[in-house]
């Protein structure tokens, strides 16, 4: 290799937590559904917005995974958010309060940015970082994690943004600054040079041959395992469950604290706290934590610990939703591991399938978020619908624990 200086990796790790910060806006969504349902819309309405944004996010997600070996990783990402970008600004421009305009450029345009930019940052760390695959990863989708609740902060109580400049013109500001940062992150969005090494790592040298041969599929070829098929179902369970329990933060713990005796004032705080506070704050944490251990313990050790207690700790809400105290436990507990799935999955896809296509290879397994997100919320809803929610939080914990059973099967892939 021509002695050229290489990048300072260090740099990657920057760009990815300031591309992620900025994807985070699709989970900020909540803080517009106020002033709209102020406007005459529907709350289902409001809902189409973020279920068409999480479509297709995942959907393109899958196009950026053919992609980012065409256009190249820095293109790809800039283009995602200049996309992301113009959707927010010109859903400000069209008055920022009509539903077919929001549908399509805030869910459809939106989305798509995120999709095309979201999975970079993630294969980009892990040729950086070969030696620390969980971290860099853990740190990158953190990003995603916190940057939701700075962008609900920043439209609300911190920056009153809403209040003070209106829903056009904060649509508008969040476009350009998403832009920005995205494009700002993504030049140092670019792989390392080939046969590169970071200083003193030897686990590259004793598998090197290994991992040409045996390590590296193409997502044709991933399809055609049944590894795919079990970390992809083993996801399912584990995002649906987690999932299921945002929808129900709020409403069940309501219920379950009314039910010993407090006010629905009293027990509306609470469950706000629950989740706004400890839920989000331990996603965010659980990514880097699952991330770090990951490394240590390996990948699959870790889905095996975090999917084990994840589904004791569904099963066992409905005994704790209805004290304070153990409310705050729960939630605190179950989204830290909801978070620990953003981290492992893309490196148990990059450890079975090789980390060298895992751009083009995590696409189709991160499909199983969006499955799950269609599961887990509508069981959940069903089994309110009945007034039955332990039944729900049960069927979950048992499902995520049948998660446990098939990652426990996952052996590693063979050519």
Known sequence: MENKKVMNRSLVVVGAILIQLALGAIYAWSVFTPSLTSEGWAKADTQWVFAIGLASFAIFMVVAGKQIKTLGPQKL???????????????GLFGGTNFIALMLLIGLVGGAGIGLAYVVPIAVGMRWFPDKKGMITGLAVAGFGFGAML?????GSWGHLIENIGLSSTFMTYGIAFAIM????????????????????????????????????SSGQMLGKVQFYLIFFTFVVSAGAGLMSIGLMKLYPMEALQANGLSALEASAIAGTAMAV??????????????????????????????????ILVIMFTYMAGSEILLYLGATLIGFNFGGNFALF??????TFGAKNV?????????AYGVGGILGPILGGIMGDM?????????????????TVL???????KK
Not at 77 to 91: H, P
Not at 391 to 402: N, P, R, Y
């Open 346 to 351: 893309p490196t148990i896809t990059a450890d």
């Open 387 to 403: 007034g039955n929610f332990p039944m729900a939080f049960t069927i979950s914990g048992i499902a995520v624990l049948f998660g």
């Open 359 to 367: 751009g083009q290879n995590y696409p189709f397994v991160f499909l």
């Open 407 to 413: 990652m426990i099967m996952v052996k590693p892939a």
């Open 182 to 217: 995205v494009i700002i992150g993504g030049m140092w969005m670019k792989f390392p040079p080939a046969g590169w090494k970071p200083e003193g790592y030897k686990e590259a040298e004793t598998v090197a041959a290994e991992a040409k041969d045996d390590k590296e599929f």
């Open 77 to 91: 990402t800039m283009l995602g958010g200049v996309i992301l970008g113009l959707g927010y600004l010109l859903a």
């Open 151 to 155: 962008w609900v902060k920043l439209a």
């Open 278 to 311: 400890f839920f989000s704050l331990a996603n965010g944490i659980g990514r880097i934590v699952w991330g770090m251990l990951s490394d240590k313990l390996g990948r699959k050790t870790s889905i095996i610990i975090m999917t084990a207690t994840q589904g």
